[in-house]
């Protein structure tokens, strides 16, 4: 490996950062905004349009530009390194991305209709759906990290995320079973 490989790999792993901590505040954001709708006039109107412009700007101006760089970064070095491509903690983490990006249009689409005053999910939902990003960088960190021990016991691993996530929304469920909302 190169010197420039790991400027990409560093980078790459900055981005990832800023990336999931846009998701982490963007469905916080999104919670907030659906909190406002058992608001009284004019406090409801008033926060509903700061969290709508907050969203926009998350959404535009970090979480997009870092998702966008993360992806190139990493495909950087799988076309300097296309070696990585057989490993079978790269396949997973490649499948996991997958995942990921059904998460990310799923907060776009979110955010598309909260923009409209559309609020399909209650705000225990979207805590829960919070979680899924935790649940993801939790996977794709110990994938990385473990690399063939991860590979050797990938059954377990998968069982222990799959545990970790349950326990998770179990808690988050738990914490707000009085909240109507």
Known sequence: ??????????????????????LFYIVRLMIYHNDTQSMEEPKKSILAEQYKFMKSRLWNVITV??????????????FKNPGLLNAGWMQFKLGVIV?????HFWCWKTIQEQKKDIHKYTSVRLRMMNEVATIILFAVVFAVIQKGGFVQHWPWAVISFFLVGFIIMAIVKIINRNNKN
Request: hydrophobic share 60%; proline share 2%.
């Open 65 to 78: 530009p870092a998702f966008s760089i993360m992806v190139i970064m990493g495909a950087n070095m799988l």
């Open 1 to 22: 490996m190169g010197y420039n490989y790991l400027i990409y790999k560093a980078i790459h792993v900055i981005f990832v950062v800023s990336y999931f901590a846009g």
């Open 99 to 103: 995942l990921l990006s059904a998460y």
